[in-house]
């Protein structure tokens, strides 16, 4: 009872004990009350995303309207009129309100409306089912085709929409084996698994990746193709060692396996316009420097010919994920907030972190968002750890040998969708988990490996590609 | 987490006991509630509805005195506040015309005969509820190891 309880009064009382102390207590020199506030509403944050007392969107929203209240120019009234040296910088209302429109958002928007008609003109069941037929009837190999296309899905659909695909394609072949064989285990698994990973990818394969564009910005700008130059690698590799990984720790007794997927590709003019469309967009990302147009502009393109003719209609807008979006700007307004006061730099400055070994701390930061990407969402993760970690990578030069800010911020990245251990970890865990055929130790065990191992992959890629100077 | 309201409805008290203890599955997430008439269940709609609670399903048995079950569903049928709500019809002595009202106006989703078997019972609720969470937008993960799984992704996937 106390428990749920806490869960309810830590995000108000300490908040609101941070704006009630004396700005001298906090042993930053020189704190203003604005970035006092924007503490207060960090502290409110995390505690909101870690304990859920309310949706992760809706502390997104809640973010925004508070430092609409209390930090913006047209905010309440005795938040803005204190004395100017005191009161410290005010951001602007709009450069708040537009999180919810940044060019990220759009690209996300981009993605959905791809996404979304993928879907509904049964692109993805169809080349599912032409994608798989080179891998046989063995049950090894069937699994690796099944990895492969839920990542492939996954960087351009949402990781929880592929993998219920692909789950509702494995359902009636998971019934046929026997009830002791471990091979259930192991093809229950494959498909969060790869469908974490495989997000990684792109820019637009999971939200905590749009988080870190945000502060991949001026000549740390990454683009689409530089982004699927270094992701794609990764989640090649990961997925064959995910992929032995379940072979050798679930092994099965089954000797044939036959995924049975019905279905015709559509020929109607609309389907055949979706078909276009979608190859046209992602041509289009990965040749961003032929054309001169940013992923961002790119993106826009599905969203205005889908709308035009007709393709996404005024119902399937209703099946948007907007609490995605909202959950992005959050993460992006909270970051503007601590950047724009000076707060983030002023937190930096005061913990001696050029003392620190850069390794240290990029392996340090790293494990800190993979354990807490396991426990909550990788986005909220992502929303809290970056606008830090960005702030920090500028700042310190000694970082610089071993990429600065990029490889930082993208081994965090990483990091977030490397969290996969409990069925509360991700989406795809949690769907995987309902068939009932993965115990939660099971689910654990390849988890924490993957993971792991994840990011000392991650972190040998990034070396390499900054010793080949391919960023830094 | 919101409860979620199943109600049972049956003239025989220990048939209206065995459906409730058959459904006992759901009852630490779920709120199962028993009715003895059609008109005991219309009042209780009532209630839940004046509270803005959501009845995900109704389970009601044909013949009843006063009221039917058929007359009761189809009631609850042509009421918009319960568009969503599901509905299945346990009966042993339906006639044609019986079932052909069943369909044609009380749009039940499911008919079961009494006797029933506890474990189609349970999944054919299991079923439904997955239904009902998806089709209103309740947010599925802290139910989801009551629903059924295939259910789930099939509507998850569109």
Redesign the interface.
Known sequence: MLKRNLKYTLPILLPLIVLLLPADSFALDGLTLVEQRVIAIFVMATLCWVLEPI?IYATSVLIIVLELLLISDNGLWFATNSAPEQQGQLLSQTAIMATFASPIIMLFLGGFFLALAA??YRLDINLARVLLRPFGYNPKYVMLGIMLITAVFSMFMSN??TT??M??IL?PVLALFAAEDLGKVAFALSVPVAANIGGIATPIGTPPNAVALKYLVNENSISFAEWMSIGVPFVVVMLFIAWLLLIKLFPTSTQQIDLNIEGIFLKTPKAWLVYGTFLLTILLWLMGNLHGMSSYVVAMLPVAIFSIFNIINKEDLK?IPWDVLWLVSGGIALGLALDKTGLAAHVVDAIPFNNFHPLLLIVGASMLCLLMANFMSNTATANLLLPLVATLGASMHSLLPYGGQVVLILSVTFSASLGMSLPVST?PN??A????HIETKQMAKIGIIIGIIGISVAFAMLFIMNKAHFIG | MEKINIICVDDERDVLESVSRDLDYFSDIFNIEECESAFECLALLEEFDAQQKYVALIISDHIMPEKSGVELLTEVAMDNRFLGTKKLLLTGLATQADTIDAINNAKIDNFLEKVWDPKQLLQMVKKLLTEYIIEKGI?Y?EY??K?D??T???L???
Request: proline share 10%; hydrophobic share 40%; charged share 15%.
């Open positions: 949706p879907t509904k929880t929409a219920a695909m789950l509702s359902t099946n989406p949690a769907l988990y309902a068939s009932g | 947010g993960e989801i190891e629903l799984a295939p789930l992704y099939r998850l996937k569109s």
